[in-house]
């Protein structure tokens, strides 16, 4: 396992991909950053030991800072890539962080969704990102997600459907409704992959919204199943 210098093949060595853990891991901080630039995500003790282990293993490696940036898209279970990039080459509009003299450059899209986020470091797991934030919804054409409706479904997703879910590390993301009916979400942690995450979006989330707002009468999965693989990089 290793990680890469973006923008130049020849010089990339890649730490990998990642894959969510959704759930924060409380308590673990990192070393502060730069004055008057606080951290987007917190970096534990034996993730930054790791990381430099791999850093330095590289002949360049104090030209090298961190990369981490999402390569999932809107309404999948998050994907990370980490990367080593020369710190000094990143983009403007990149966003970069000292932590405890590691260089962690994230790009200024990926800043929302990675605010608060952990990056840590296991025996068993290896290297694994918690992150409390939960995916943008994908854009469905011709689907509704800002009326009253939409609203009243979201307050019911937050106060209710997701409480329950989380028992099983999961979650769904309402994307909208077509007007007829039918409201689409997609589903990720537990839920993502699952193989009766279908009868529990069926008969779960589609009976808590029916019976409560009379206007759903069914609820549409939009999630690719097919990615939800082991939640966590090794």
Do not use: W
Not at 17 to 28: F, I, K, N, R, V
Not at 54 to 83: I, K, M, N, Q
Request: with cysteine.
């Amino acid at each position: 396992m290793g990680v890469s210098k973006g923008g130049n093949p020849a010089l990339r060595h890649s730490v990998g991909s990642l894959e969510d853990m959704s759930s924060p891991l409380a308590g673990l901080g990192a070393e502060a950053a730069p004055s008057g630039s606080a951290p987007i995500i917190e970096i534990t003790p034996d993730a930054l030991a790791k990381l430099r282990e791999l850093r330095d293993a590289e002949p360049d490696a104090e030209t090298l800072g961190l990369r981490l940036e999402l390569v999932s898209g809107p309404g999948e279970d998050f994907r990370y890539d980490l990367s080593f990039d020369e710190f000094l080459s990143a983009a403007f509009s990149d966003e970069v962080r000292t932590h405890d003299g590691l260089k962690v450059i994230i790009p200024q899209r990926d800043v929302e969704l990675l605010q608060g986020a952990t990056l840590d470091h296991t025996e068993t797991q290896g290297l694994v990102i918690r992150n409390p934030n939960r995916p943008a919804p994908p854009v469905i054409e011709g689907l509704t997600n800002d009326d009253a409706l939409s609203a009243e479904i979201e307050a019911l997703v937050l106060g209710e459907v997701n409480p329950a879910l989380a028992a099983h590390g999961g979650f769904v993301t309402y994307v909208g409704h077509d007007g007829e009916g039918t409201v689409y979400m997609t589903m990720g942690g537990g839920c993502h992959g699952c193989s009766m995450s279908k009868l529990t979006m069926l008969d779960g989330v589609q009976t808590m919204l029916s019976e409560q707002i009379p206007a759903v009468q069914r609820v549409k999965d939009l999630t690719d199943h097919t990615t939800g693989e082991n939640p966590y990089y090794s």
